[in-house]
C-alpha cells in the first residue's frame, strides 16, 4: 500500500519552514482507496514568492486547522504503508520536522518518484513534476497546489509501476516490510485479488517473485493454484508469503508481459518459455500460372514467411480458416489433389483459380488480404485494446512489423501525437517469440481496433 502525497509549505530558512496545504492519496498500487486534502495553518507568514507560486496567502490559512489537529489523521492513513512523492526526500523532511515538534517520531519508509522515473524515463528531458508530465501527457489540473500535484504524481506512480517490468519496485517494498512473513491464511490472499485480467505475482519471503502468471480472472487463477494438489504446489503454497498483481485490461499485453517477465524473472516454479515457441509457417511464393499459393512449411524451409506457428496442425488449420473467410482454391493452395476444379468451386466457395477462370490479379489481391489481416509483417499500427478502468484504452505499438512496447492511455491526443505515444510506451523486446504471441492471439480473437501508424 502506499500513501501519495505532496506538501506547500511557507518557503523559509531550512527546517523551519510550515506547511500550507497537504494532499495524500492511499493508493493500492491499482486505484485510491483513502484520500485527505486540507489547507493548514502554519503559524507563520508565508514567503511573497511561495504565494506568487501557489496562490495560498495568510488570509486563507487563518481558519485552516493547524498542524497538530490533523496530525492523527496523517498517522492513520499512511500507517503501513509506503509514502511516495516527487522529490520525497523533501516532503517526508517536512512531515518529520513537524512530528519532531509535537514529540512524535514519524517513520515511514519513502519512494522518489523522480530517482524512479530517471531509471524508467531514461530519455526525459526534464525531472520536474510539471514538465515530467506534460511530456507524458497527462492533465494536471491546480499545478502547485498539493491536491492537484498529488493526483499527478499518482498518475505518474502508475505510469512508472506498469513501466517496471523487472518489478525492482515491488520487490525492493516487500522485501524492507518490517512485519515479515504473512500471518493472514491464504484464504485472505485471495479475497484481496481481482476478479480481472492482468498478471500476479507470488513472492517469497525475501520478496523474491517465485511464480507469476497471467490471467483473464487473477482471483480465480490464485484460488486454484492455493487448492491445487501435488507436491510442487504445496511447495509454491508454502513458500508464498505474498501475492501482488498488476491489471492490464488486456488480454493480450497480460501474455506479452508474462512472456518477458519470466524471462527475466526467472521464477523458481515456472516453467520458462522455449527460446523458440513456433516451428512452422504459411510459406508464399507465384505459380507457373501467375497465382500466389501457400504452402505449410517449417520455418527453416520458407524464405517468404507469413505467420508463425507452433506447429504444422495449427498453421494448417489457419489455412483452412483464411481460404474459407476470403475464397482462396485449396487446389492453388495444394490442399486438394483434383485434377480439374476443386471440390470448392462446385459449391461456390472458390471464384474459379483452380481452372484458370479467376484472374491471378484478383485472386492475388485477396491472398494478400488473408495474409495483412493476421499477420504483423512490415506493418506500423497501434493494437488499441480495453484498458484497465472505465476511459482508459491499452496500446500496443508495432514498428516495421516488430514489437516496440505496450501502455496505456485516456485521451486521444496521447496517441495523436507520436512523441507522447513513445514516452508512454513501455519497451519491449520485439523478438519473433513476441511476434508468434501477437499473431497467435489475433488468430483467435479481436482487439477493439487496429490504428495504421504513419512513421
Known amino acids: 500500500m502506499y500513501a501519495i502525497l505532496d506538501i506547500e509549505t511557507t518557503g523559509g530558512k531550512f527546517n523551519e519552514e510550515g506547511i500550507t496545504e497537504i494532499a495524500i492519496h492511499k493508493f493500492d498500487g491499482h486505484e485510491i482507496v483513502d484520500s485527505f486534502i486540507s489547507l493548514i495553518n502554519p503559524e507563520k507568514e508565508i514567503q511573497p514568492f511561495v504565494v506568487n507560486l501557489t496562490g495560498i496567502n495568510n488570509k486563507m490559512l487563518r481558519t485552516a486547522p493547524k498542524f497538530h489537529e490533523v496530525a492523527k489523521r496523517i498517522v492513520e492513513i499512511t500507517q503501513d504503508t509506503v509514502l511516495v512523492a516527487h522529490n520525497a526526500q523533501f516532503d517526508y523532511r517536512i512531515l518529520r520536522t513537524e512530528f519532531r515538534r509535537l514529540g512524535y517520531n514519524y517513520e515511514r519508509k519513502t519512494i522518489c518518484t523522480v530517482d524512479l522515473s530517471k531509471v524508467l524515463l531514461p530519455e526525459a528531458e526534464s525531472y520536474s513534476l510539471g514538465k515530467l508530465v506534460r511530456s507524458l501527457g497527462i492533465p494536471v489540473s491546480d499545478r502547485h497546489r498539493a491536491n492537484g500535484d498529488a493526483l499527478a504524481t499518482v498518475k505518474l506512480f502508475k505510469l512508472l509501476l506498469a513501466k517496471d517490468s523487472e518489478k525492482t519496485i515491488l520487490q525492493d517494498v516487500i522485501r524492507k516490510e518490517s512485519h515479515g512473513e504473512l500471518s493472514e491464511k491464504q484464504l485472505d490472499i485471495v479475497q484481496s485479488m481481482p476478479n480481472e485480467t492482468g498478471v500476479f505475482y507470488m513472492h517469497g519471503k525475501d520478496g523474491n517473485i517465485i511464480y507469476l502468471s497471467k490471467s483473464t480472472d487473477i482471483k480465480k487463477r490464485v484460488n486454484q493454484l492455493f487448492t491445487k494438489t501435488g507436491e510442487r504446489s504445496r511447495k509454491l503454497v508454502k513458500d508464498t508469503k505474498k501475492v501482488t498483481f498488476e491489471k492490464t485490461g488486456s488480454e493480450l499485453i497480460a501474455l506479452l508481459k508474462e512472456h518477458q517477465e519470466l524471462l527475466k524473472n526467472r521464477p523458481k516454479y515456472n516453467t520458462i518459455p522455449r527460446k523458440r515457441m513456433f516451428s512452422h509457417t504459411l510459406c508464399l511464393k507465384k505459380n507457373e500460372s501467375g497465382y500466389l499459393e501457400l504452402r505449410v512449411a517449417p520455418i527453416s524451409k520458407c524464405d517468404d514467411k507469413w505467420g508463425l506457428f507452433n506447429g504444422e496442425f495449427s498453421a494448417k488449420n489457419h489455412l483452412h480458416k483464411i481460404s474459407r ?131
Open 325 to 455: 473467410e476470403f475464397t482462396l482454391c485449396d487446389k492453388v493452395n495444394g490442399v486438394s489433389e483434383a485434377r480439374k476444379n476443386c471440390a470448392n468451386y462446385e459449391e461456390s466457395k472458390c471464384n474459379g483459380a483452380c481452372i484458370e477462370k479467376e484472374a491471378p490479379e484478383e485472386y492475388n489481391v485477396r491472398v494478400m488480404e488473408a495474409l495483412n489481416k493476421y499477420s504483423l509483417k512490415n506493418k506500423n499500427v497501434l493494437l488499441v485494446d480495453k484498458g484497465r478502468e472505465l476511459g482508459e484504452n491499452s496500446a500496443i505499438l508495432i514498428k516495421k512489423g516488430s514489437l516496440v512496447g505496450i501502455g496505456h492511455y485516456d485521451l486521444n491526443h496521447q496517441i495523436n501525437n507520436i512523441h507522447i505515444l513513445e514516452t508512454l510506451i513501455t519497451p519491449m523486446n520485439g523478438t519473433l517469440n513476441a511476434n508468434f504471441i501477437i499473431e497467435s492471439f489475433l488468430r483467435k480473437k479481436r482487439v477493439l481496433k487496429t490504428v495504421p501508424l504513419n512513421i
